[in-house]
Structure formats: C-alpha cells, structure tokens
C-alpha cells in the first residue's frame, strides 16, 4: 500500500517530466528530472553532425567525480562524436544555452550586469569522447542511460549575464518554487525529510525543538542544494546555512529566491562541489546530502568528501532511493516501459543504493550510522511520513562522524 | 481624522513596546523585528479584532511555536481594552451557544478563565420540536457522555476574554481604530527578483503601510479582504430575518427549546437566573411588526410562537406509533439513554428585557479560503444559518486550525504566508464547514415547506432520530462540534 502510494506519485511526477520534454516557450525545462526521482546518471549523448543542424547544442557533460553540469557545444564543434556525459542532478536543462559553471576563483551566484570571463568557463569541463564507430550499449546497458540533445535559440547564444539573466532565473524559480508545479512531489516531500532532519538535529546537539529557531548557532551545508528546497526552512530554523551545487543554474536560482525572504537573505549559496570545499578545509556541524548519492560516480568517495566536511562529532544526513523491487517498477518499468513518460533508459536503477550499502559507505567513512528510516507517501492524506521499517522506496540515514 | 489616526500610531507603538518588554529574553527571535528593523513589517496583520480575528491571534500567541511572530491586529472600534462585564446586568442580547470544542479552544489559548469568572450558562439537554406537533427530538448530554452539551456566552464576554488575553501576553499589536483601504497580494511565486515584492501590503486610512507574509481576514461576511483577494462567494439570502433580544421566563431551564415554524425556527437559549435568549427567524415583514410592537404583545406573540401555535404538543399516540415502528425494524441500532425522555414543555416567557434587534439571513461560502499570503476565517469565509447557533463555533473550529496550521508551518521552516501550506488549513476546514452549512441549509428548506406527506415523513425522520442511539450520537456530536 504504501509503496504503492510511492509509486502513484513517482509516475504523476514522471508523466508531468515527460510532458514537459522539449517545452521551451514558458521557460519550463525541457528535461527536468527532479531529484528526488533518481535522475539519469551517466547517459550517452549523440551530438548531431555539423551540417545537419547550425544551431548550438547543450550538452550535459560530467564536470567532476561528483557533479555535473552543462556544455555548449558550438557548432564547429560539432562533429558527430558521441560523449560519455552525466546528468546533473535536478538540472533544468533548458532550450537556452547555459553558462558553464566552475569558476575557480569565486563561490557565488552570477549578478547581474557581471560579464563572465570566457577563459573561466571552459577548463574544467571534461567531455569524455567515445569514438564514433565504437558499438552503440547493449540494451541491457542502456538501461539507465539517456540520450539527449537541446536545441537553443540562436539569439541566446551570447554568454554573456545580465538582467535578463537574472529574471531568468527568477523566472526558473518561480517555477520552481511552485508548489503545484513540475516539483510539486518534491514540495510535498520536503517537510518530512526537514522534519526528520530537524528533530535528529536537534537530539543531538541538544536543542529545545519547541521552539522556532532552533537551529541557532549551527553551520550546516546542504550538498546538493538545487533551488533551496532545503536551505531556506533549516535558515528559517535559524541555521547558517550554505547551499552548494555544480550548477550554476541551481545556484542562480537558489540565490535569487532566497533573496525574496529577509528570513533566508542570509544563506551563502555557492556553485562549487563538495571536495572543493574539502580542499579548502572548511567544516560544517551539519552535511546534508538528500537525493544526491544516486547521481555521484562514486558514492563510497563522495560520502568520504561529505564526512570531511562535518566537524567531529557533526551529523552527516543521506537520503536517496532504494534499489528494490518497488522503486524498480516506479522508476523504469512503469514510467519507462509501460506508460512512456520518460524515454526508455533514464534511470540507471543498478546504481541506487540499498540500506545496507549506504550503512557500509558511511561506516566505511568513518560515519557511524544512528537511523535509518523510511520516507513513505499516503495518497489519502496525500502527506509523507517517516517510516522506521519501510525503507522500500525512499529513504533517509544519518550519522555522527568520529574523525576530526 | 488627523488626530485619530496620530493616536492610533501612537497606540501601536506604546502597546508594541510592552510587547517587547513583556517577551524579555526572546526579543531577539522576534522574527522580522530583528532581521528587518522594519518598522511595518509583520508576520500575520489579522484584519478583524472581532470574536474570530482575536482567537487567531490568541492561538497564535498561546503557541511556544509561533508566540514570538510579529502579529497585529487591525480593527475599527475606537479601543481594543475588554469591556467590563457586570455579572447582575440584564444579559446582552448578542449571544452564542459555544460548543465543548469551542470550549477546548478557549483553554487552550488561556481565555476560557475569563470567560467563566463571567458565569457562563451551561445548558446540558435540547430540544427540537415542530410546528405539526407530530415529531420531537430531545437529546441530552448524557446521550454522548458529556457533562454538558455547550454554554451559552454573552459575545461581549467572548470578545473580551480574548482581547483581554491578547493584553496580558503581550504577543499582538492592536491598531486600532483604523480602517483598511487596500491590501495589495503579490503574485504567488514571484518572477520579480526584488525581496519585498513578496509581503503583502495592507493600507491604511491614516496613509501607514502594513507589509506581511499573511494577512488574515476576519473581517466578517462582507469581507473587504476577502474582496481585495479577489475570491468569488457563492450564496443566497433566506428571505428570513431574526430577531433577537433577552427575555425573562417563567422558570429557571438549561435546555435549548427550538421549534420550527413554517417561518422559520424559533429558539429560545438559557441564561442566567431566569433570563433567556430569544433568535426568532421569519419573514422580514413579521420580524418590522415584532420590532415595533408593544412589549405585551411581542411576550403574547411569542408564547404563541413557542407554545401555542399550530397544532397540538408532540407526544400523541401517532408520534409513538411511528417511532414504535422505526424503533422496533432491526438494523437501525439501539435505542439512546433519552430515548425514553418525554417531550417537555418550555418555559413561558413574560418580559422582554431588552431592544429587540433584527439582522437579515444569508448563507455565503467563499470559493477559497486562502490564497497566497491571504487566509479568510469565520464569518469573512463562511456565514451560515443561525439555527443552531454554529455560526461562531465555526468560526472558532477556523482559528484553532489556522493557528495550527501556521504553527505546523512554523515548526518545519515554511513560509507562513504561502498558499501551500495554508491550503492544509482550507482543506480541514472546508470540509467542517460546508457540511454543517448543508445540514443548517437543509433544515432550515425542509421547515420551510408545509405540505402535508412531507410534515408526516419529517416528523417520522424525527420521531426516529430520537429514538434510536448512534444516529443521534452521532447529530450530538456533530452539534457540539466534535466532528
């Protein structure tokens, strides 16, 4: 019954995704993949020979061990060469060309009126190529994958960011934001997992939870953080917060709407990745990472980077989906196969990780596991709750880490 | 008008201030006060200091979730301070009959010693009645286990327990007297990228400029809120008039009488020594004629109506026959504790002590109850019948679970003001509220109509109710707003 409430909303989501697959005009994403709904992980992508098309092509390109973000690829570059890329994890990938992400010396959202140096954009992507004649993925194996390409508008072809930048992004996160709109599952999920994360949060450090904010005093890092679906309860709950993401995007997004609430003006929104932050030795009393191990390629050293983010004795929180047979019929079979509202391959089920497997991760990085619980959706009431048996779907874990 | 709206300010300022001197410690978690330093920033601006617009600020304040929130309210009435109540006065003739769910609220909130220490009427067995003399229900609280089945409350005492309660928390700025002009909502999920397009703003007449995450309207059924927030009403009006004033009776009582007339019910509501409350519905030419006549003949006018009129008293021998058949038919449950109680007669009434006023009936229901940074609650969301006295009980069940809700919100980090989580709110209270609308709607159509086969089956349904157990538990509970 309940995974089956799961379920229904997992192919509600899926079909308004699917529907929304090419969808340019209203600024919607094209291929929007919440990430709740373990999106795609490493996808092939055909980029079209040059003479069949002038038009510049984006494509979604892993830009490191952990994340990944987006390539313009200008036609000239075009040349029919299928690369090995990953989808970034709740990218909203739009018709629109995107600005590459990373720049090394600077964390923070792109301005207004900023003009973005060119030479910062294009170091850090790497675009594996696959050479042309080598044997398209077995069936098999292409489960999992996805092929995409998007076509942009030549106007927006200038890199440049501007106002219309950031009305864009205001225009992202509206969209976002939106409680009835493409994220609406995520929206309905978020007070359970902020709940539970607000609770184990406080036992933990010993705050009064009958009171508003009280989070106060923590640093906590949301690893992953999209649009801030996260960032700005826990800042409302007095929290300092950093949100970090790959994506530029994200970032953009997440900055804008922060900036909407004097509440959650103050969140430090950062387009970096989490072994940046390692490398720059900053620690947190909080790591979250919800719904973003299914999209690392190496979970065991992406858990690793998030332990070495969290003080001695901080808390780190992973959640993601389970590889059973309940999330395998929601996100393949069904969505995929049967009702056709994702295109076939999109979820790269082998990779999600069982209970068990993320309690050995985080063992192994020195975490030592508290809970374990599962996150489970009524469709009668049409709310979530946490679950401390059913871990079927999705689920959360948390633990303490014991290393300085 | 200069001058008023200088005092208002001033007001505002002074009574903020003990606000933040009552809240010591927690000054600083105030939460806009602080981070903004806005000087007209709030959480929630509660448009209403009525009876329902003070219960939602009382909840709000009572809460440890949601005591250090910014609330004002705003009200037109020249000062907010609780009107002095005199326990030996003749009883005002604006009451209501206050449910144990209204009840629980007022505890709740700290408000219900205040409303005791005004000796509140308990009343513990009802009874309805209709004009063909065929049928009666009587019910009683021991039909549900409980010690009573409501009070009936002068409003004046409703009110000023809780602006009194208001005062001594020192949680809510009162603004007062003012009047809104215009409350600007800003789009729901904003493409403007500039932070304070997304507070509400409510204008006032004296030029100040409210900004908010919520406004509440409780500014009753014409709602000038409910208006700004652009939410459609569908409603009719009754044709039907009620006159209400307080009476003297024969006897002293704790039932509430209540009998249908083919103009409409009739009710007569217990009050201290032996006083009691008149609400009397009917045409709007009867209720002119019941205003300006003579004392003596409004008394004679009103026994008729209670007692005399139409027909003989219920209990006949076909009453029985009837309710022997429906009681006897298996299936239909057990018989109730009252089951075996006659049919009473009620006091005669013989002064009327006080003005009689009269108000026009209508029921309205608005479309949506919130929007984005907008909640309607009570009369400005819903207006029922009168008949059983829910009105305000509904209203109430809306500030219980508005404060809820926010505090729910509060607790998990959302912004209070947005449409999603107050929609937690509409749906538990459009649910509540449309039913009892129906169920007073469809009482009062069917006393409405006198034709023959339809009296007889009514005073059956009637006659059947009474007697048997769980369908009757079942309309109690409902009336005590249990459900």
Not at chain 1, 38 to 60: F, L
Not at chain 2, 356 to 365: K, Q
Request: hydrophobic letters at 40%; glycine letters at 8%.
């Amino acid at each position: 019954m309940s995974w089956m409430g799961s379920w229904r909303v997992a192919l509600q989501h899926a079909r308004r995704v699917g529907n929304q697959r090419g969808l340019v005009e209203d600024g919607l994403p094209g291929t929007m993949i919440s990430r709740w709904f373990a999106s795609a992980s490493n996808a092939t992508a055909t980029v079209p020979k040059a003479p069949e098309t002038q038009q510049p092509t984006v494509v979604v390109s892993q830009v490191s061990q952990t994340h990944s973000s987006a390539v313009l690829v200008p036609p000239q570059q075009v040349d029919g060469t299928k690369v090995v890329v990953k989808l970034a994890e709740e990218y909203p990938c739009e018709g629109a060309p995107v600005e590459l992400p990373k720049k090394e010396d600077s964390h923070r959202p792109v301005f207004r009126n900023e003009q973005p140096d060119q030479a910062h954009f294009a170091p850090r992507i790497e675009v594996s190529k696959v050479a042309e004649n080598e044997p398209a993925p077995s069936a098999s194996a292409n489960l999992g994958r996805e092929e995409r390409q998007v076509h942009s508008t030549p106007e927006a072809r200038k890199n440049s960011v501007d106002k219309k930048e950031t009305a864009k992004f205001a225009a992202i996160a509206a969209t976002w934001w939106d409680p009835k709109g493409p994220y609406k599952p995520l929206h309905i999920m978020n007070p359970t997992r902020v709940s539970y994360v607000r609770s184990a949060i406080c036992k933990h450090f010993r705050k009064d939870a009958n009171t508003p904010r009280p989070l106060e005093g923590l640093k906590i890092i949301d690893v992953g953080c999209g649009g801030g679906l996260v960032c700005e309860p826990l800042a409302r709950m007095g929290a300092e917060l950093t949100g970090v993401d790959a994506v530029e995007k994200n970032i953009g997004v997440a900055s804008v709407h922060a900036a909407r609430d004097p509440a959650t003006a103050s969140i430090k929104y950062l387009c970096t990745t989490a072994e940046q932050l390692v490398r720059e030795e900053q620690k947190f009393d909080v790591v979250l990472a919800l719904e973003v191990i299914e999209h690392v390629a190496d979970p065991q050293d992406f858990c690793k980077s998030l332990a070495a983010l969290a003080k001695k004795d901080g808390l780190v929180f992973i959640s993601t989906l389970n590889r059973s047979l309940p999330s395998f019929g929601l996100a393949v079979v069904a969505a995929e196969y049967i009702l056709g509202w994702l295109p076939k391959g999109t979820h790269e089920w082998s990779k999600f990780v069982t209970p068990e497997e993320l309690s050995t991760i985080m063992d192994r990085s020195s975490i030592a596991v508290k809970d374990t619980a599962g996150m489970v959706y009524n469709p009668l009431t049409q709310r979530w709750s946490i679950s401390g048996t059913n871990t079927s779907v999705n689920y959360i874990a948390y633990g303490v880490n014991r290393s300085g | 008008m200069m001058r008023s709206a200088l005092q208002s300010l001033v007001r505002g300022r002074k009574l903020c201030r003990t606000a933040n001197n009552a809240q010591g410690a927690f000054l600083s978690s105030k939460s806009f006060s602080t981070q903004r330093g806005g000087e007209d920033e709030y959480d929630v601006v509660i448009v209403g200091g009525g009876m329902v617009g003070a219960a939602v600020g009382c909840g709000i304040g009572s809460s440890p979730m949601t005591k250090d929130l910014r609330v004002a309210i705003i009200d037109s009435s020249k000062s907010m301070a609780a009107p002095k109540h005199d326990a030996k006065a003749v009883p005002d003739q604006r009451v209501s009959a206050i449910t144990p769910a209204t009840v629980r609220f007022l505890k709740e909130v700290g408000a219900w010693e205040s409303v005791q220490a005004a000796k509140p009427t308990p009343f513990d067995s009802m009874q309805v009645w209709d004009y063909e003399g065929l049928g009666y229900i009587r019910y009683t609280a021991d039909d549900v286990g409980a010690p009573v089945l409501g009070y009936v409350v002068e409003n004046k005492v409703l009110v000023g327990a809780l602006r009194s309660r208001l005062q001594d928390t020192g949680s809510v700025e009162f603004i007062c007297p003012a009047q809104v002009k215009s409350v600007l909502f800003p789009s729901p999920s904003g493409s403007d990228s500039d932070a304070r397009q997304d507070l509400a703003e409510v204008g006032l007449g004296d030029g100040r400029r409210l900004r908010t995450r919520l406004v509440v309207g409780a500014d009753g059924g014409k709602s000038a809120v409910r208006a700004m927030a652009g939410f459609q009403t569908r409603g009719w009006e009754y044709q039907q008039t009620a006159v209400i004033c307080t009476v003297k009776v024969n006897s002293k009582h704790s039932t509430a009488w209540q009998r249908f007339l083919p103009t409409g019910p009739f009710a007569l509501l217990p009050m201290n020594n032996t006083y009691s409350n008149i609400v009397w519905t009917t045409t709007p030419e009867t209720a002119n004629a019941l205003k300006g006549m003579s004392n003596e003949h409004f008394v004679a006018a009103a026994n008729k109506a209670l007692i005399e009129d139409f027909g003989p008293k219920p209990g006949s021998k076909i009453a029985e026959a009837i309710g022997n058949v429906v009681a006897n038919t298996p299936l239909l449950g057990a018989i109730g504790p009252s089951a075996a109680e006659q049919f009473q007669e009620p006091p005669r009434i013989v002064e009327c002590v006080t003005e009689r006023l009269s108000f026009p009936l209508s029921l309205m229901h608005a479309s949506m109850y919130v929007g984005h940074r907008v909640a309607l609650v009570g009369d400005a969301a819903h207006t029922v019948h009168p008949l059983a006295g829910q009105g305000v009980n509904l209203g109430f069940g809306d500030a219980a679970s508005l404060s809820r809700v926010v505090q729910r919100g509060v607790s998990i980090g959302h912004d209070i003001g947005q449409a999603d989580l107050l929609e937690e709110y509409e749906r538990e209270r459009k649910k509540t509220n449309m039913a009892m609308m129906a169920i007073l709607d469809g009482f009062q159509k069917i006393y409405a109509t006198d034709l023959g086969p339809l009296n007889v089956a009514r005073s059956a349904g009637f006659n059947a109710v009474h007697l048997l157990g769980p369908l009757k538990k079942q309309i109690i509970s409902y009336a005590m707003g249990v459900l």
